[in-house]
């Protein structure tokens, strides 16, 4: 089969199973997602695994260590399918500096940094216990968003990755409003949880990148794509604004 009849193939919602069938274009798109999953996952573990011990008890600390554990397991996951086209896996997660980070007031929209592939959100620091527990509720909402998609790729391996990994991010950003909900009534000022709300709130919108992207089309081609980025960010704005709300919070 031609590359070209397997990029018709694709357009008409086929999916493909075997490294060995996969496009060159579709294979550099297919990394280039999978390796955003990878890097903002391990980045935001390491950013998380530093929040750890602020936890105000030990339920707390405790689910904010399984966060960190199940998001580098998650990493692993869709890093193992990146093995198969080569990636060298045994040193993958040495190869990035995961916790560094720029200064709080830094403002880089939607760009990447130039050591690795995680969304730019990843690359601002979070300031003390209850700045986490609301970034992990935003990003968290977020992800849930992106996991619609991510489920639906027409490469078959990384979909059924991506459908596993999908109810585990849907609990942390269950235990971030949860947090929320435990921060309110031990009398944490809403104030302060409400002006991390809104230096959060764009920071994550960001990560669905821009409205006009001039790879949009080939990736829905690909099958990679099923929704646009300003379709994604509506959703995610919608869930998070109705979930904040419950709180006592509100998107900006």
Same mark, same amino acid.
């Given at each position: 089969?031609?590359?070209?009849?397997?990029?018709?193939?694709?357009?008409?919602?086929?999916?493909?199973?075997?490294?060995?069938?996969?496009?060159?274009?579709?294979?550099?798109?297919?990394?280039?997602?999978?390796?955003?999953?990878?890097?903002?996952?391990?980045?935001?573990?390491?950013?998380?695994?530093?929040?750890?011990?602020?936890?105000?008890?030990?339920?707390?600390?405790?689910?904010?260590?399984?966060? /960190?554990?199940?998001? @580098?397991?998650? #990493? =692993?996951?869709?890093? $193992?399918?990146?093995?198969?086209?080569?990636?060298?896996? +045994?040193?993958?997660?040495?190869?990035?500096?995961?916790?560094?980070?720029?200064?709080?007031?830094?403002?880089?929209?939607?760009?990447?940094?130039?050591?690795?592939?995680?969304?730019?959100?990843?690359?601002?620091?979070?300031?003390?216990?209850?700045?986490?527990?609301?970034?992990?509720?935003?990003?968290?909402?977020?992800?849930?968003?992106?996991?619609?998609?991510?489920?639906?790729?027409?490469?078959?391996?990384?979909?059924?990755?991506?459908?596993?990994?999908?109810?585990?991010?849907?609990?942390?950003?269950?235990?971030?409003?949860?947090?929320?909900?435990?921060? /309110?009534?031990?009398? @944490?000022?809403? #104030? =302060?949880?409400?002006? $991390?709300?809104?230096?959060?709130?764009?920071?994550?919108? +960001?990560?669905?990148?821009?409205?006009?992207?001039?790879?949009?089309?080939?990736?829905?081609?690909?099958?990679?794509?099923?929704?646009?980025?300003?379709?994604?960010?509506?959703?995610?704005?919608?869930?998070?604004?109705?979930?904040?709300?419950?709180?006592?919070?509100?998107?900006?």
């Amino acid at each position: 089969m031609s590359e070209m009849s397997i990029t018709d193939y694709l357009a008409q919602g086929g999916v493909l199973t075997n490294p060995e069938n996969v496009p060159a274009r579709y294979r550099a798109e297919l990394m280039r997602l999978m390796a955003t999953f990878v890097d903002s996952a391990l980045a935001g573990a390491a950013g998380f695994a530093d929040i750890i011990n602020d936890g105000p008890g030990i339920k707390e600390r405790i689910a904010a260590a399984k966060i /960190v554990l199940e998001k @580098t397991d998650n #990493a =692993d996951k869709v890093l $193992s399918i990146m093995g198969d086209f080569g990636a060298n896996t +045994a040193r993958y997660a040495n190869h990035h500096p995961w916790t560094d980070r720029l200064e709080r007031d830094a403002d880089i929209g939607t760009s990447r940094t130039d050591t690795d592939m995680r969304l730019s959100v990843f690359n601002y620091p979070m300031q003390g216990w209850s700045d986490a527990v609301v970034m992990n509720l935003l990003m968290g909402l977020a992800v849930g968003v992106q996991m619609s998609e991510f489920k639906r790729v027409s490469y078959a391996p990384l979909a059924e990755a991506f459908r596993a990994v999908s109810p585990v991010e849907a609990r942390h950003a269950e235990l971030a409003a949860e947090g929320i909900e435990r921060l /309110v009534e031990t009398g @944490t000022n809403k #104030a =302060d949880l409400q002006a $991390s709300v809104d230096y959060w709130w764009p920071r994550v919108a +960001a990560s669905f990148g821009n409205d006009v992207s001039t790879r949009a089309s080939q990736l829905q081609a690909f099958g990679l794509r099923h929704s646009t980025n300003a379709e994604l960010r509506e959703e995610w704005e919608a869930a998070a604004a109705t979930t904040l709300d419950k709180l006592g919070l509100s998107a900006p």
